[in-house]
């Protein structure tokens, strides 16, 4: 696997989680990465992206202010902090990696990510529960 998230739980409205995404066996500096979610019945959507050198992070309206996406590129791995947590939050989350070749710039590189359907690599998820 090349793409492990944790963190996920069962947490109140109001309450905070910090998912992580660690990766093997791909160059973590030469990757987009981002993180994705599934809501019960929706359709998989793009949370919050960020480029390869950590700029320019892009967020869904209806997270920002409430989510911060970050990576350590000495850790090979990507964080979600999220704050304020409400119901409809409640959804299985996944770490997307996409090579850097295709994108014209780190700095928006992210929110072309969190836009695509296709990447290189998924995680298989962690699921997030908000109690109200």
């Known amino acids: 696997e090349r793409l492990v998230e944790s963190g996920g739980g069962l947490v109140q409205a109001g309450g905070s989680l910090r998912l992580s995404c660690t990766t093997s066996?791909?160059?973590?500096?030469?990757?987009?990465m981002g993180w994705f979610r599934q809501r019960p019945g929706k359709e998989r959507e793009g949370v919050s992206c960020?480029?390869?050198?950590?700029?320019?992070?892009y967020y869904a309206d209806s997270v920002k202010g409430r989510f911060t996406i970050s990576r350590d590129n000495s850790k090979n791995t990507l964080y979600l902090e999220m704050n304020n947590l409400k119901s409809e939050d409640t959804a299985t989350y996944y770490c997307?990696?996409?090579?850097?070749?295709?994108?014209?710039?780190?700095?928006?590189?992210?929110?072309?990510?969190?836009?695509?359907?296709?990447?290189?690599?998924w995680g298989k998820g962690t699921l997030v529960t908000i109690s109200s």
């Open positions: 997307a990696a996409d090579a850097y070749l295709s994108y014209v710039s780190s700095h928006r590189a992210g929110a072309v990510l969190c836009g695509k359907t296709n990447v290189d690599y």
């Open positions: 066996g791909l160059r973590f500096d030469d990757y987009v």
């Open positions: 960020v480029g390869w050198t950590g700029g320019g992070p």
